[in-house]
């Protein structure tokens, strides 16, 4: 099978792999219908973070070719949305709502297959997938559902560990698919004011039709000021901080509100945080990986009825063979997320 091949910082480009195929009684073979590139996954492209060469990608749908001897939750010629961690959905940790920390599952492409790929073989199947129902969605539900593998859900738990509430005040950090995703999910959970940190009009003006009531381009301390002029001094009672970087921590816990949370959802680099600044405003910190597998049910029937609409993140669209601009579009800026048709549904 055709899929994308990670061979070294700044090279990921189609090649040909073994077909994936069933090797457990819980597995299950997805046809790769649509596939994204992630902005976690520029990490590796820059170079930033190690990466072994091989597949790569973790945020897919498709449907369902083949299933294992105990798969009882997913039939052959299902759509489905995969979930960017597979999970067992049954050790302590799954019971306790945090799916990516199973005890017995792990990341894409941990599994040996790639989500940028013509199929997936998908640990624990009737766990991680999610059948979607109905038929003959549309090109844009179809966009919005491949959100729900990753940006979206993890837009939506940055929301969450920042303790979103009806009528609050709620800043952004950053304005990546994964920052917007937070706007769309900060207004979903009734947000009277969300302020995105943007520097880009594109971007700036996606903000504001999810539900960004103002927009700041300043970054850093100028960044900070004018949050702070905007909420009286006080700061916002939810942030949520969606790169990763120090600038960007750093302004997340400068603007908090004292007794708020940040939310942080961006992948760690090279950030040091004050504890004793957090200490005497009693501002905390919760976030990681988001367990998409526990949101996606309740965001998918959103994304349905039309409620939200996250595909709009996509701008820019290739074929598999295209893959190695479309992770140089992200690089570059070109794109703020980039979509990859691989099969006809």
């Not at 009737?126 to 090109?139: K, Q, Y």
């Not at 893959?323 to 140089?328: L, N, R």
Request: charged share 20%.
């Amino acid at each position: 099978m055709r899929a994308a091949i990670f061979h070294a910082p700044r090279d990921v480009r189609a090649g040909d792999r073994p077909d994936a195929g069933l090797r457990e009684p819980t597995d299950a073979v997805v046809r790769v219908v649509l596939a994204c590139v992630c902005g976690s996954d520029l990490w590796y492209y820059r170079g930033a973070t190690d990466f072994a060469p091989g597949p790569i990608g973790h945020e897919f749908i498709g449907v369902v070719e083949a299933i294992g001897a105990e798969v009882t939750a997913v039939r052959p010629g299902a759509l489905v949305i995969a979930p960017f961690a597979f999970s067992d959905g049954s050790c302590p940790n799954c019971a306790h709502g945090i799916t990516t920390a199973c005890l017995h599952g792990g990341f894409f492409p941990a599994n040996g297959d790639g989500g940028q790929g013509e199929a997936v073989r998908v640990p624990w199947a009737d766990a991680t997938l999610v059948p979607v129902p109905g038929s003959g969605h549309s090109e844009t539900i179809l966009a919005s559902l491949l959100t729900l593998s990753d940006v979206m859900a993890t837009g939506h738990h940055a929301a969450v560990c920042a303790r979103v509430t009806p009528g609050a005040t709620v800043a952004v950090v950053g304005d990546g698919a994964v920052g917007l995703c937070a706007v769309l999910a900060a207004r979903r959970m009734g947000a009277e004011r969300i302020i995105a940190l943007s520097r880009h009009a594109p971007r700036q003006a996606l903000a504001r039709a999810f539900g960004a009531t103002e927009v700041i381009a300043a970054r850093g301390e100028e960044a900070i000021a004018e949050v702070k002029e905007l909420t009286g001094g006080i700061g916002v009672d939810a942030t949520l901080e969606c790169v990763g970087t120090g600038e960007s921590m750093h302004t997340a816990a400068a603007i908090a509100r004292a007794g708020s949370m940040v939310g942080f959802v961006g992948v760690p680099h090279g950030v040091e945080l004050s504890v004793r600044q957090l200490f005497y405003r009693t501002v905390g910190f919760q976030g990681g990986p988001a367990p998409a597998r526990v949101y996606i049910p309740d965001l998918l029937e959103d994304v349905l009825a039309e409620r939200i609409d996250p595909g709009r993140v996509f701008d820019y669209s290739t074929g598999l063979e295209g893959i190695a601009d479309a992770y140089a579009a992200m690089d570059e800026r070109r794109a703020i997320k980039s979509l990859v048709r691989v099969s006809a549904l």
